[in-house]
């Protein structure tokens, strides 16, 4: 396992050097004068960058900080305005070499206009104009990793190493800060793990009532006796819908009745994937079992409305937030062993039965999800219960928002101090 430099520790360090106090006093000491930080993402739309884009700029708003959100924009702006954090618009998804050097100049204009602290890139083709704005500008440069990128060949690999030249490299799960280290040396000193989080008030069962739920299933026409699956991620390949869809199809052939598979994730449309997953549903004759109903306009009432979440992965993803809230939802999670390392969801025989938050299984292979499926649902309902209340109790203690929160202006003030 690759050594990894963690916030803690980073805030460890900050009390170490002349800071005596607790980290958090330190952090504050440090960020006496406000940060500014600017952030580049290709939209601010759905997945993980973009979410992850909003959640920075409310921790940094909340503590008296600014934040420049550079991107093409998208459906969640309003979220991100209500964090205080300012909206630049630019082109910053192009792969275009020529596009990404003129963003360059356009970004290193604004890091002067600005004053910016800190430039933080969450995704790669942003990274390429932010790296080099920030290297002219001289002004410390932060990645965020939330998923192991494909590296298929000597161009991608190069393409993909912008992501690993941070002053900073964070990754949000351990099993992404042991790929980044083991494909580029000499990183692990700079790596940081941050693992997503979420708000755990948002997300509690306790706050939705039977008529939301309802509301939820009615709007994807499941009758009320039927044991709903959710299925979480983006309708991309590497969110491996495909392998669900082999599962149901090996479930109907073993006789197992009154389910259905919910699929909520966002289809931008923009391969040929949503398409082929149709025709396989077709081919399977799973369709009366299958639902693609797209993002859900009330998430918690649309956890507690399934009887279990599956994130059927076939990419090394990071602590994915849907994972998340389902767990903060108290709903049993199967997840395929790219979805979710160990240190997100407990599962045997990793762990002994009585503190299973979910089970697991081997990615592309829908008979082991099929039999965890099965296990699940033959299970008695205290049984379940038991899972889903283990698992938002795990959440509650390892992701809450507070704690991320400290961690990343943690990393930050260390970022600024270094400049001073």
């Given at each position: 396992m690759a050594t990894i430099s963690t916030v803690a520790r980073l805030a460890d360090d900050i009390s170490?050097?002349?800071f005596p106090d607790a980290p958090a006093a330190a952090v504050a000491q440090v960020t006496a004068r406000a940060l500014v930080v600017l952030i580049a993402v290709p939209t601010i739309e759905a997945g993980a960058a973009d979410e992850g884009a909003i959640e920075l700029a409310r921790i940094l708003g909340a503590n008296g900080h600014r934040t420049i959100v550079v991107s093409n924009g998208g459906r969640l702006e309003p979220m991100l305005t209500a964090t205080g954090a300012a909206l630049m618009r630019l082109d910053v998804a192009s792969r275009n070499p020529v596009v990404i050097l003129r963003n360059a100049f356009v970004l290193k204009r604004l890091?002067?206009?600005?004053?910016?602290?800190v430039v933080?890139?969450?995704?790669?083709?942003?990274?390429?104009s932010a790296f080099i704005a920030a290297r002219m500008a001289r002004v410390p440069f932060v990645t965020t990793w939330y998923n192991g990128f494909r590296e298929q060949n000597a161009f991608k690999r190069f393409y993909n190493s912008v992501m690993a030249r941070g002053d900073r490299v964070i990754a949000v799960t351990d099993q992404i800060a042991d790929t980044i280290a083991a494909r580029y040396r000499g990183t692990s000193g700079r790596i940081v793990v941050v693992p997503s989080h979420i708000d755990v008030d948002g997300f509690d069962p306790a706050r939705v009532t039977?008529?939301?739920?309802?509301?939820?299933?009615?709007?994807?026409?499941?009758?009320?006796?039927?044991?709903?699956i959710l299925v979480i991620g983006r309708i991309l390949r590497r969110k491996g819908h495909h392998v669900v869809v082999r599962a149901a199809s090996r479930l109907k052939d073993m006789g197992l009745r009154d389910f259905t598979f919910v699929f909520?994730?966002?289809?931008?449309?923009?391969?040929?994937?949503?398409?082929?997953?149709?025709?396989l549903v077709l081919a399977t004759r799973t369709s009366d079992v299958i639902r693609i109903a797209g993002p859900p306009d009330d998430p918690p009432a649309?956890?507690?409305?399934?009887?279990?979440?599956v994130s059927p992965a076939i990419q090394l993803e990071g602590s994915q937030r849907s994972v998340l809230e389902a767990m903060a939802m108290a709903r049993p999670v199967i997840t395929s062993d790219l979805a979710a390392g160990p240190e997100i969801v407990l599962a045997p025989p990793a762990v002994a039965e009585d503190r299973m938050t979910g089970l697991s299984f081997r990615s592309e292979d829908e008979g082991e999800l099929a039999a965890a499926l099965i296990r699940l649902l033959s299970a008695p309902e205290s049984t379940?219960?038991?899972?889903?209340?283990?698992?938002?109790?795990?959440?509650i203690a390892h992701?809450?928002?507070?704690?991320?929160?400290?961690?990343?202006?943690?990393?930050?003030?260390?970022?600024?101090?270094s400049r001073t």
């Amino acid at each position: 396992m690759a050594t990894i430099s963690t916030v803690a520790r980073l805030a460890d360090d900050i009390s170490r050097r002349g800071f005596p106090d607790a980290p958090a006093a330190a952090v504050a000491q440090v960020t006496a004068r406000a940060l500014v930080v600017l952030i580049a993402v290709p939209t601010i739309e759905a997945g993980a960058a973009d979410e992850g884009a909003i959640e920075l700029a409310r921790i940094l708003g909340a503590n008296g900080h600014r934040t420049i959100v550079v991107s093409n924009g998208g459906r969640l702006e309003p979220m991100l305005t209500a964090t205080g954090a300012a909206l630049m618009r630019l082109d910053v998804a192009s792969r275009n070499p020529v596009v990404i050097l003129r963003n360059a100049f356009v970004l290193k204009r604004l890091i002067a206009q600005h004053r910016c602290t800190v430039v933080h890139a969450l995704a790669r083709a942003p990274a390429w104009s932010a790296f080099i704005a920030a290297r002219m500008a001289r002004v410390p440069f932060v990645t965020t990793w939330y998923n192991g990128f494909r590296e298929q060949n000597a161009f991608k690999r190069f393409y993909n190493s912008v992501m690993a030249r941070g002053d900073r490299v964070i990754a949000v799960t351990d099993q992404i800060a042991d790929t980044i280290a083991a494909r580029y040396r000499g990183t692990s000193g700079r790596i940081v793990v941050v693992p997503s989080h979420i708000d755990v008030d948002g997300f509690d069962p306790a706050r939705v009532t039977p008529q939301r739920v309802a509301a939820v299933r009615s709007a994807w026409d499941v009758e009320a006796d039927t044991r709903t699956i959710l299925v979480i991620g983006r309708i991309l390949r590497r969110k491996g819908h495909h392998v669900v869809v082999r599962a149901a199809s090996r479930l109907k052939d073993m006789g197992l009745r009154d389910f259905t598979f919910v699929f909520v994730g966002e289809d931008h449309g923009q391969s040929s994937y949503s398409g082929e997953l149709w025709d396989l549903v077709l081919a399977t004759r799973t369709s009366d079992v299958i639902r693609i109903a797209g993002p859900p306009d009330d998430p918690p009432a649309a956890y507690s409305a399934a009887i279990a979440v599956v994130s059927p992965a076939i990419q090394l993803e990071g602590s994915q937030r849907s994972v998340l809230e389902a767990m903060a939802m108290a709903r049993p999670v199967i997840t395929s062993d790219l979805a979710a390392g160990p240190e997100i969801v407990l599962a045997p025989p990793a762990v002994a039965e009585d503190r299973m938050t979910g089970l697991s299984f081997r990615s592309e292979d829908e008979g082991e999800l099929a039999a965890a499926l099965i296990r699940l649902l033959s299970a008695p309902e205290s049984t379940r219960l038991a899972i889903g209340r283990r698992g938002r109790e795990r959440v509650i203690a390892h992701f809450a928002a507070e704690d991320a929160a400290t961690r990343m202006l943690a990393l930050y003030a260390e970022l600024a101090r270094s400049r001073t």
